[in-house]
């Protein structure tokens, strides 16, 4: 049975970093692409940036390009997601998903993880 964890979030400061990690594990993953998507307090799911089992290409939303980056673990089937230049906008609930390599929408992703909150404050 197929399994997503996440690990890494917590209260960051204005303009500071986190790094979450994700863990996946159960199944072949081998033509997945593990992203990360990322739910604010009434507002929709949101794509973040996902990155390519299969050749390691990464693809990033342009509301985070440039401050976060997507990278592969050493342990199989296990990613990263590195914030940096946090804002308040980036509080959210983080969510890492296993789906289509080329997949943006949540409905492109077949397997979840429970999430991860962040929250950005003063």
């Known amino acids: 049975q197929a399994r997503l964890v996440e690990s890494g979030g917590g209260l960051a400061q204005a303009g500071g970093s986190l790094s979450l990690s994700c863990a996946a594990s159960?199944?072949?993953?081998?033509?997945?692409?593990l992203g990360w998507f990322r739910q604010a307090p009434g507002k929709e799911r949101e794509f973040v940036a996902r990155?390519?089992?299969?050749?390691?290409?990464?693809y990033v939303a342009d509301s985070v390009k440039g401050r976060f980056t997507i990278s592969r673990g050493n342990a199989e089937n296990t990613i990263y997601l590195q914030m940096n230049s946090l804002g308040f906008e980036d509080t959210a609930v983080y969510y890492c998903?296993?789906?289509?390599?080329?997949?943006?929408?949540?409905?492109?992703?077949?397997?979840w993880g429970q999430g991860t909150r962040v929250t950005v404050s003063s």
């Open positions: 159960g199944r072949t993953f081998s033509n997945y692409a």
């Open positions: 998903a296993a789906g289509r390599e080329d997949g943006r929408f949540p409905s492109d992703y077949k397997y």
């Open positions: 990155l390519s089992l299969a050749n390691n290409s990464t």
